[in-house]
């Protein structure tokens, strides 16, 4: 499926994107996070529903993977030239709501415990840059491949005393 600027989109061949929104990585090396006001999040596990809605957050777009990893510098093989990251601004809402299944995961020796359900979701994403603005289609049920929220305890909190 070829997008409106005639690149592939949904693409995972790294030569092909021409795409890669992100927070950037931050000087301890974590990327792909980025923290978001409490009141951009609604969760509640007994309906179950969540949400999430952010506006105009600051990311780069660093053109496809590689760069964004590399901070700009590309990869030899394969080949992809490096790119310089160009701001951006993304905007999105996801919402979560519904029981497909739920699980129940403990696993002592990795300090890691949770409870989740499986659920449907739907999104509506854009993004604004210089001379590019994208919006997704209309939030669609049907898209959806595989959803789950739900709340874990891990490491420090694996044990709360």
Request: aromatic content about 10%.
């Amino acid at each position: 499926m070829n997008g409106p600027l005639h690149g592939p989109v949904g693409s995972a061949n790294l030569t092909q994107q021409i795409h890669d929104y992100s927070p950037g990585i931050g000087p301890k090396g974590l990327f792909w996070i980025i923290a978001v006001p409490n009141d951009s999040v609604e969760i509640d596990l007994d309906q179950p529903r969540a949400s999430l809605q952010l506006r105009d957050v600051s990311v780069i777009d660093a053109h496809d993977l590689a760069n964004a990893l590399t901070n700009g510098h590309g990869f030899a093989n394969p080949p992809i030239p490096p790119v310089a990251p160009v701001l951006a601004t993304v905007s999105f809402d996801i919402e979560w709501s519904g029981m497909i299944a739920q699980a129940n995961v403990t696993n002592q020796a990795a300090n890691f415990s949770g409870q989740f359900i499986e659920t449907f979701a739907t999104i509506k994403w854009s993004s604004t840059q210089a001379g590019f603005d994208f919006l997704s289609e209309a939030p669609n049920p049907a898209r959806n491949v595989y959803s789950v929220i739900g709340h874990e305890r891990n490491g420090f909190f694996f044990h709360p005393d």
